[in-house]
């Protein structure tokens, strides 16, 4: 069995649906378990209409939801009465929550789960127009999560267990298709696991499942040596270590979800990126052993959008507790931290989830100097030759020619060098370490961007 993840882009449209249903057909032999995202950019969609419904905007968010719908049924082709149904439950949800005027992270699972749960309805039967002998699964009966919402975490051993005895005997016979994203608590409510999860569900089912590879279908080629989106000149990464993937999933590689790994490596099982638009292009495979590489680094990746948080000791001495104080504030906001760094009486630290920074501020202020610094960046380059390579600091910081840099840590995990730099130095500063670090390529680990092969 393999389990075959398709992402927003890969069914956005009949004809991408249509590129799916060829992809699957052609692999029935391996016994495909299909999970999909939502179709295009529904989920951004559906979380706007509903943040609109809370503000007052209830008619808005109304003819939002008829443009969705619209969109919705002119690409997915001929629905049952399901999907129609859906849309009205949406639409009593909005008026729900325009008439309450509150967003709970409770019903915001409510409302976005609907983007997965419509695709996964639509993707299955434009599958059986196919010719495919699919059936539609409700990832809510198999993926059963904590209640953290919006950010819910599997509970393994109920999820494996249901996945094994439940859906692997459908699966064998059939295609199922399955929505990502979303799963449920023991209680049956509504959860989803963060933006981009359904990644991450690709990987809990395919665990369950034991699935013999697990595919995540996208609109690139694979991992490459640097986020397209910042700079077009990335090779694709043709072998990468779990680890390395991981790191680089959460240093901003948008391609994977960080979690994914997680499940495949308890199972050791193999993760390949592919594209479902070239899939001739054999993408990158993620496997359990070390890669040995000839280059010091297999990728950088990058998060924008940073706020460092320098913090100084009020009593000028590290004192006892100052660190311990210091996480408490952020823990007590549950807000991430990505990158620290230390000295006597000072810490700097970086994160990029702000929403809860001025009362972050205002509570650190009561024992420390705080400064801020708005937009910027981190940069963090990946690969696990780091902590055997000699002198390595000093060639990215070479290569960076004179670009300031705030910010300096490298990983406890030896797979990774990182460093905080404006927001604006940010695509220089890319496009001078690809060039030093990316232009003579081990032909074992790389694939040049623009080769026949590509
Ligand atoms: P999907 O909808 O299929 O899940 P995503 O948009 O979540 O797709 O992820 C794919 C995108 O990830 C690519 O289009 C690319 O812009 C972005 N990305 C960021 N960093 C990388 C990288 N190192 N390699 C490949 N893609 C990357
Ligand atoms: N549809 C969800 C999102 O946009 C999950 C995913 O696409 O992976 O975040
Ligand atoms: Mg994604």
């Known amino acids: 069995m393999i389990v075959m993840k398709f992402g927003g882009s890969s069914v956005e449209s009949a ?24 179709m295009g950019k529904t989920t951004n969609r559906l979380l706007a209409l509903a943040r609109q419904a809370v503000e007052g905007g209830r008619a808005a968010a109304l003819a939002d939801l008829a443009a969705l719908k619209q969109y919705t049924l002119a690409e997915g082709g001929p629905v049952g009465g399901a999907v129609e149904a859906h849309f009205r439950e949406l639409a009593e949800l909005v008026q729900g929550l325009s008439v309450l005027g509150e967003l709970t992270p409770r019903s915001i699972d409510a409302i976005s789960a609907y983007g997965e749960r419509l695709s996964s309805l639509i993707v299955a039967e434009r599958f059986r127009a196919a010719g495919l002998d699919a059936v539609q699964a409700d990832s809510r009966d198999y993926v059963i999560t904590d209640g953290r919402h ?3 975490a599997p509970l393994y051993p109920e999820t494996y267990e249901l996945l094994s005895a439940r859906l692997a005997p459908i699966a064998r016979e059939r295609v199922v298709v ?12 509504t959860t989803t696991l963060g933006r981009g999860g359904s990644d991450f569900s690709a990987s809990i089912i395919g665990a369950g499942l034991d699935a013999e590879e697990i595919q995540i279908w996208t609109d690139v080629d ?44 308890e199972k050791n099982i193999p993760v390949l990126i592919l594209n479902s638009r070239r899939p001739e ?13 000839g280059n010091a680094f297999k990728a950088i990746a990058c998060k924008q959008g940073i706020v460092s948080v320098h913090i100084r000791s009020l ?18 906001y549950t807000t991430p931290v990505d990158m620290v760094t230390t000295s006597e009486v000072s810490v700097s630290l970086t ?24 937009d910027q960046a981190i940069v963090c380059m990946v690969g696990d030759n780091i902590g055997t390579t000699r002198g390595i600091a000093g060639r990215v910081f070479q290569a960076m020619n004179g670009i300031n840099i705030r910010m300096i840590s490298q990983g406890a995990s030896n797979l990774n060098l990182s460093f905080v730099i404006a927001g604006r130095d940010l695509k220089h500063a890319v496009e001078l370490l690809h060039q030093a670090f990316f232009s003579d390529l081990d032909p074992a680990v790389f694939d040049p961007k623009g080769s026949a092969a590509a």
């Not at 990502?180 to 409510?189: D, E, H, K, N």
């Not at 972050?360 to 708005?374: G, H, K, N, S």
């Open 15 to 38: 004809a991408a649906i249509d590129r799916v249903a060829a992809i699957v057909k052609s692999r029935l032999e391996r016994h495909p378990v299909v999970v999909v995202s939502a």
């Open 150 to 152: 919006t950010q819910a």
């Open 178 to 189: 399955v929505g990502g994203f979303i799963g449920s608590t023991a209680a049956g409510v």
């Open 222 to 265: 694979g991992m490459l040596t640097c986020d397209p989106r910042i700079a077009e000149v990335g090779h694709r990464v043709k072998i990468i270590s779990f680890g390395e993937a991981a790191e680089l999933a959460y240093f901003g590689a948008k391609v994977l979800h960080p979690s994914t790994v997680l499940p495949a490596v």
């Open 281 to 293: 292009v054999e993408g990158t495979r993620i496997v359990a052993e070390t890669v040995a590489c």
């Open 315 to 332: 009593r000028m001495l590290m004192a006892h507790g100052f660190l311990r104080r210091i996480f408490e504030v952020f823990d007590r």
């Open 351 to 374: 994160i990029d989830t702000v929403q809860n920074l001025d009362p972050i501020l205002t509570e650190l202020r009561e024992f420390a100097d705080v400064a801020v610094e708005q």
